[in-house]
């Protein structure tokens, strides 16, 4: 891979003298990690290994395992008295990540139990397709190539496999290969008009190709489901650790579920109010399907409601000055590619990388799960808007946009979801309290969103406890959340290889929320709005508790 050129935080007064080691670590683990995995480098916008695929092997996971560990005892090693005000918390959260890195890879390995090709070639082709980074032309070549990468990659997937597999995951890798042909066919179209004969040639047979290994391979796993296992959760004792491990501003899993119980009896309750305001004629049940029923007529059209939703919400934002619009940001709105819908049932946001010239986001929304007649319902008017303002402005989009400039690589690779996902629905709430689509059939969907982000928080903790099955929690999120079968059971079979992640929305905002109302008590008549939320998006997608730090210590300087 070619050499390029990574940014480096100016060192706040006095500098250490240990300063530039510390980066140089830094550095070198992040080239390291880039040539690795040319895959994580497309995303982030380094095109230089466009061709190639992961290798997908075994031996490459562990020797990722050692090089991670390598890395933490270089960062171990630095004395912090040597290190800058600034570096030194660069080097705690360096710390933090790769120790988090090290739990899922040496504790929880999903990796080893779980076939993931399907996800790792959909990320490789995804992320060339659906950016426009280069000419078509030139991105076609590379995906040509990927593909042609693809039957090897598989076979290197298998040497994985020495744990005993996981039935629901295997059952979840088998789904998605059987969509993926969607994906290379659509790649396959593009071609027409736009290569050469000789190339158009050269990417139907690797479609082909690729599309015969994928059938092959999801074969196996079909052949090798009397061989799987049931068991998926993480066990109490490895959850209570990994809690530990996110930095949740000192709270542990008791707490956390206490909190979940407490939201959800909280917005159900607004949800009651919002009813009773929209018409306080009939019951609740009545209001919350007439809200539902209120959707466009195609998924075509709602596509478009969503940009019209994502872009009267900037329009506000920079209207009421509520936080700074970073220069130059763009996104777009798709239909969730076919092979994600099984554990995308609503939508989702692709942020922009970070080292392409001219960066932009992508929100994706799904049409449906299993092709479901009532998948419209979810795309009500109301909960359209309530989705536009979590995934876009001020959410997602603004502030990963925003993120993706701080110069620091060790907060490109954090792992923060409670304040990314926290941010999202502090945004919902935030943009209500601002004016924005305020009226009640719009809380209805926020509080209705914030139901069922609350019983994330109870499912995570209790499923990975062993407490809950997958069918009862299926069960839970329809009973309190109303969602259609589909989507609530696509909802869980994601919370099973993804712990503490579903709860970190909710959990996030109340965060959030505490640390808004700690900001304005300290600063009283001085505190705004504004600058709160610049200071924030200015700092990068840091786990919250590492927020809090940063404030705290501009607060000591008097600031």
Same mark, same amino acid.
């Given at each position: 891979?070619?050499?390029?050129?990574?940014?480096?935080?100016?060192?706040?007064?006095?500098?250490?003298?240990?300063?530039?080691?510390?980066?140089?670590?830094?550095? =070198?683990?992040?080239?390291?990690?880039?040539?690795?995995?040319?895959?994580?480098? /497309?995303?982030?916008?380094?095109?230089?290994?466009?061709?190639?695929?992961?290798?997908?092997?075994?031996?490459?996971?562990?020797? &990722?395992?050692?090089?991670?560990?390598?890395?933490?005892?270089?960062?171990?090693?630095?004395?912090? @008295?040597?290190?800058?005000?600034?570096?030194?918390?660069?080097?705690?959260?360096?710390?933090?990540?790769?120790?988090?890195?090290?739990?899922?890879?040496?504790?929880?390995?999903?990796?080893?139990?779980?076939?993931?090709?399907?996800?790792?070639?959909?990320?490789?082709?995804?992320?060339?397709?659906?950016?426009?980074?280069?000419?078509?032309?030139?991105?076609?070549?590379?995906? #040509?190539?990927?593909?042609?990468?693809?039957?090897?990659?598989?076979?290197?997937?298998?040497?994985?496999? /020495?744990?005993?597999?996981?039935?629901?995951?295997?059952?979840?890798?088998?789904?998605?290969?059987?969509?993926?042909?969607?994906?290379?066919?659509?790649?396959?179209? @593009?071609?027409?008009?736009?290569?050469?004969?000789?190339?158009?040639?050269?990417?139907?047979?690797?479609?082909?190709?690729? #599309?015969?290994?994928?059938?092959?391979?999801?074969?196996?796993?079909?052949?090798?489901?009397?061989?799987?296992? &049931?068991?998926?959760?993480?066990?109490?004792?490895?959850?209570?650790?990994?809690?530990?491990?996110?930095?949740?501003?000192?709270?542990?899993?008791?707490?956390?579920?206490?909190?979940?119980?407490?939201?959800?009896?909280?917005?159900?309750?607004?949800?009651?109010?919002?009813?009773?305001?929209?018409?306080?004629? *009939?019951?609740?049940?009545?209001?919350?399907?007439?809200?539902?029923?209120?959707?466009?007529?195609?998924?075509? *059209?709602?596509?478009?409601?969503?940009?019209? @939703?994502?872009?009267?919400?900037?329009?506000?934002?920079?209207?009421?000055?509520?936080?700074? %619009?970073?220069?130059?940001?763009?996104?777009?709105?798709?239909? #969730?590619?076919?092979?994600?819908? #099984?554990?995308?049932?609503?939508?989702?946001?692709?942020?922009?990388?970070?080292?392409?010239?001219?960066?932009?986001?992508?929100?994706? *929304?799904?049409?449906?799960?299993?092709?479901?007649?009532?998948?419209?319902?979810?795309?009500?008017?109301?909960?359209?808007?309530?989705?536009?303002?979590?995934?876009?402005?001020?959410?997602?989009?603004?502030?990963?946009?925003?993120? /993706?400039?701080?110069?620091?690589?060790?907060?490109?690779?954090?792992?923060?979801?409670?304040?990314?996902?926290?941010?999202?629905?502090?945004?919902? !709430?935030? %943009?209500?309290?601002?004016?924005?689509?305020?009226?009640?059939?719009?809380?209805?969907?926020?509080?209705?969103?914030?139901?069922?982000?609350?019983?994330?928080?109870?499912?995570?903790?209790? %499923?990975?406890?062993?407490?809950?099955? *997958?069918?009862?929690?299926?069960?839970?999120?329809?009973?309190?959340?109303?969602? &259609?079968?589909?989507? @609530? !059971?696509?909802?869980?079979?994601?919370?099973?290889?993804?712990?503490?992640?579903?709860?970190?929305?909710?959990?996030?905002?109340?965060?959030?929320?505490?640390?808004?109302?700690?900001?304005?008590?300290?600063?009283?008549?001085?505190? =705004?709005?504004?600058?709160?939320?610049?200071?924030?998006?200015?700092?990068? =997608?840091?786990?919250?508790?590492?927020?809090?730090?940063?404030?705290?210590?501009?607060?000591?300087?008097?600031?």
């Amino acid at each position: 891979m070619a050499e390029f050129l990574l940014p480096r935080p100016v060192s706040k007064a006095p500098a250490g003298p240990l300063d530039d080691q510390f980066w140089g670590i830094v550095e =070198s683990h992040f080239r390291s990690l880039v040539e690795q995995h040319p895959i994580l480098a /497309t995303y982030i916008g380094i095109h230089d290994a466009d061709d190639r695929l992961d290798d997908a092997t075994r031996d490459a996971v562990e020797q &990722e395992i050692a090089d991670w560990h390598r890395e933490e005892q270089e960062l171990q090693a630095l004395d912090p @008295a040597g290190l800058s005000e600034s570096v030194r918390m660069e080097r705690e959260l360096a710390l933090h990540n790769v120790r988090r890195v090290l739990f899922d890879t040496e504790v929880h390995r999903v990796w080893e139990r779980r076939s993931t090709a399907m996800d790792q070639v959909g990320d490789a082709l995804f992320s060339i397709f659906a950016r426009d980074y280069a000419p078509l032309a030139d991105r076609l070549a590379s995906l #040509t190539s990927r593909m042609e990468a693809i039957p090897a990659a598989l076979e290197q997937h298998r040497s994985r496999a /020495t744990a005993p597999q996981v039935e629901l995951w295997q059952k979840l890798e088998i789904e998605s290969g059987e969509q993926m042909p969607f994906l290379l066919n659509e790649i396959k179209a @593009a071609g027409l008009g736009v290569l050469d004969g000789r190339a158009q040639t050269r990417l139907g047979k690797a479609v082909e190709t690729a #599309t015969a290994s994928i059938t092959a391979y999801i074969e196996t796993l079909k052949a090798g489901m009397g061989k799987t296992v &049931e068991p998926w959760a993480l066990g109490s004792e490895n959850y209570d650790r990994l809690v530990g491990l996110r930095a949740f501003d000192g709270l542990d899993a008791a707490q956390i579920l206490e909190i979940g119980h407490e939201q959800l009896a909280l917005n159900k309750a607004a949800r009651v109010e919002d009813a009773r305001r929209i018409d306080p004629g *009939v019951d609740e049940a009545t209001v919350v399907d007439r809200v539902k029923s209120n959707h466009p007529a195609t998924f075509e *059209v709602a596509l478009e409601a969503y940009k019209d @939703a994502m872009n009267r919400a900037r329009a506000h934002i920079i209207e009421h000055d509520i936080v700074t %619009m970073p220069p130059g940001e763009q996104i777009s709105v798709i239909a #969730t590619p076919e092979y994600l819908r #099984t554990v995308i049932p609503f939508a989702a946001y692709f942020e922009p990388p970070k080292f392409d010239k001219h960066p932009a986001g992508i929100y994706i *929304v799904t049409p449906s799960v299993g092709d479901d007649p009532n998948a419209m319902r979810e795309h009500n008017y109301a909960s359209i808007s309530n989705t536009s303002v979590h995934e876009a402005y001020p959410g997602h989009h603004l502030q990963l946009s925003a993120a /993706t400039r701080h110069p620091s690589l060790v907060r490109l690779l954090v792992d923060a979801p409670e304040f990314v996902e926290g941010w999202g629905m502090y945004s919902e !709430q935030m %943009m209500r309290e601002q004016g924005f689509d305020a009226g009640p059939e719009f809380l209805l969907a926020m509080h209705t969103d914030a139901i069922w982000r609350a019983c994330r928080i109870i499912l995570d903790v209790r %499923m990975h406890r062993g407490e809950v099955t *997958v069918d009862e929690a299926t069960a839970f999120l329809i009973e309190h959340t109303g969602f &259609e079968h589909a989507n @609530a !059971q696509a909802e869980v079979f994601r919370y099973t290889y993804t712990p503490t992640y579903q709860l970190s929305y909710l959990l996030g905002k109340v965060l959030l929320l505490q640390l808004r109302a700690d900001e304005q008590r300290r600063l009283g008549d001085r505190f =705004s709005l504004k600058d709160f939320h610049d200071t924030l998006m200015r700092n990068g =997608s840091l786990p919250i508790s590492f927020h809090r730090r940063l404030l705290a210590a501009e607060a000591a300087k008097g600031n």
